[in-house]
């Protein structure tokens, strides 16, 4: 890890732009309307995947997509579409996640979660639905069959039994519970950074970029996941279940960054892993400023 002073320009300023969030919230706005065209509209279980996917959310991954592919000149249908992927998938876990067979929460994106409005079969099902969606919008994509392949087959190994679901066991204790920091760091790379990694790759991967290149955005998401997480468990502890997006509290019989290190230490060390994401990313040609001030947006989520 590059060891850096946290005075890096990018992290030293108080805001995150006002670009920035420009950027974000035409994001949204162009991914809404892309999963609103891939989401059908006819029977109880498509309201479920339209109640789970749309409507709310950061759009983050998206976000990730949508930078990289821009940083390499893809086309903006394809980068929105494979951001539209990964919010099916990322929606799907998190309807999967709010199950009382799981993290038991009432509420996701201010909303009821999706077996409260819907019944709890119809909320695995509709998981199982947006994740086989992904998958066929990603093998739909205008690109090359090799580019094709890349996305559906490092997407599945970000969500598989090493990844998201291999996190999911952890965090549910059906493996052995993280007695470390370094097993929290490994828990929220399954269940986070993988995720973000991917988003972070994709668009290196539609624009036909270098091992070296796809490698620097795969890490530049690990980093990114892990402030994201750390900052996570900062409001889990907290009282801000609006900016947490689900109730607060639940983690508090559990190992977390905030039990383990408390908050002005997981500040600094999220700070510390978030500057060198960003220091990553300068060996990138091409504007990066967006993709580094997600990792001021993430620890601004704390403040
Ligand atoms: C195979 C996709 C799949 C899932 C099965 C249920 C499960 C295994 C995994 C759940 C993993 C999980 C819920 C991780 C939490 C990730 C996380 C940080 C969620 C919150 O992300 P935000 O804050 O949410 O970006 P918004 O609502 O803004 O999109």
């Known amino acids: 890890m590059a060891a850096l002073p946290l005075s890096q320009p990018?992290?030293?300023?108080?805001?995150?732009?006002?670009?920035?969030h420009a950027h974000l919230a035409s994001l949204v706005e162009a991914v809404e309307q892309t999963l609103q065209e891939v989401i059908p509209s006819q029977t109880r279980l498509h309201h479920a995947m339209a109640h789970s996917v749309l409507g709310g959310g950061k759009r983050l991954r998206?976000?990730?997509?949508?930078?990289?592919?821009?940083?390499?000149?893809?086309?903006?249908p394809l980068a929105l579409q494979t951001a539209a992927a990964i919010e099916c998938v990322h929606a799907y876990s998190l309807a999967h996640d709010d199950l009382p067979c799981m993290d038991n929460a009432n509420t996701?994106?201010?909303?009821?979660?999706?077996?409260?409005?819907?019944g709890e079969s119809t909320a695995v099902l509709t998981g199982d639905a947006l994740g086989p969606l992904?998958?066929?919008?990603?093998?739909?994509?205008?690109?090359?069959?090799?580019?094709?392949?890349?996305?559906?087959?490092t997407l599945a190994q970000a969500i598989g039994p090493e990844g998201l679901v291999a996190g999911q066991m952890i965090d549910l204790g059906n493996e052995t519970l993280p007695q470390t920091y370094e097993d929290l760091c490994t828990l929220?790379?399954?269940?986070?950074g993988v995720l973000f990694s991917f988003a972070a790759e994709a668009g290196a991967i539609l624009g036909n970029r270098s091992p070296a290149e796809r490698?620097?955005?795969?890490?530049?998401?690990?980093?990114?996941?892990?402030?994201?997480?750390m900052i996570d468990d900062l409001l889990d502890g907290s009282d801000n279940p609006e900016e947490l997006g689900k109730p607060c509290g639940q983690d508090a019989?559990?190992?977390?960054?905030?039990?383990?290190?408390g908050p002005d230490k997981l500040?600094?060390?999220?700070?510390?892993?978030?500057?060198?994401?960003?220091?990553?990313?300068?060996?990138?040609?091409?504007?990066?400023?967006?993709?580094?001030?997600?990792?001021?947006?993430?620890?601004?989520?704390?403040?």
């Open 62 to 76: 998206a976000f990730l997509v949508w930078e990289s592919a821009r940083l390499f000149d893809v086309s903006p």
């Open 134 to 153: 992904a998958f066929e919008i990603l093998a739909d994509l205008e690109t090359s069959a090799d580019n094709r392949l890349a996305l559906v087959k």
């Open 253 to 261: 019989s559990k190992l977390t960054f905030l039990s383990l290190l």
């Open 10 to 20: 990018i992290l030293a300023s108080d805001l995150t732009s006002d670009r920035f």
């Open 267 to 303: 500040y600094e060390k999220a700070t510390f892993i978030g500057e060198d994401a960003c220091v990553m990313l300068n060996t990138l040609q091409g504007d990066t400023t967006l993709l580094k001030e997600a990792v001021r947006y993430a620890l601004e989520r704390a403040k």
């Open 108 to 118: 996701r994106r201010g909303k009821p979660s999706c077996h409260i409005a819907f």
């Open 215 to 229: 490698e620097t955005l795969r890490a530049y998401g690990l980093a990114l996941g892990q402030v994201f997480q």
């Open 188 to 192: 929220q790379r399954l269940k986070t």
